[in-house]
């Protein structure tokens, strides 16, 4: 579905945009400039996971990043480019959350309980541990 998503950009000659960037860079335009913390509380990812999205929106010309409220905290900011490009990043928006909804009435097995199964079974037994106890099973891997 990404893969898709950034065929769509490509059509619209949108640059160096990934379809992970766009719900921060919507929570920007609408709230305005904030710290890592704060942008990554938003959108409920972990600082460390924000800090390395930002640096790559960064690269890609689509935020900068100033000094914060304090010397250790950095404020993320909208560049022009990307205040130019945010209505049709919120309508691509709009259209995706749309056919996701037309694909899951399709599906027997909505995409949103398939990820919350998802999380529930790795709750009970992390990704990591059922790789360990495959890998402990395979003797090329001793």
């Avoid at 022009?80 to 909804?101: F, G, N, P, S, Y």
């Avoid at 027997?108 to 360990?132: G, Q």
């Amino acid at each position: 579905m990404d893969a898709d998503i950034e065929r769509i950009y490509g059509e619209a000659r949108i640059e160096g945009l990934k379809p992970s960037f766009v719900q921060e860079l919507l929570r920007l335009r609408a709230r305005g400039p904030m710290t890592i913390t704060e942008l990554a509380e938003s959108v409920e990812r972990t600082h460390s996971a924000m800090s390395q999205k930002v640096t790559a929106m960064r690269s890609a010309g689509l935020v900068r990043t100033m000094a914060g409220p304090d010397a250790r905290s950095k404020r993320v900011v909208l560049t022009a480019k990307a205040a130019r490009i945010a209505d049709r990043l919120a309508a691509e928006w709009r259209a995706t959350e749309d056919a996701v909804e037309e694909l899951e009435a399709e599906l027997p097995y909505p995409l949103t309980r398939v990820v919350a199964d998802i999380e529930e079974a790795l709750r009970r037994k992390s990704f990591h541990d059922r790789i360990a106890e495959k890998l402990a099973e395979d003797p090329a891997w001793r």
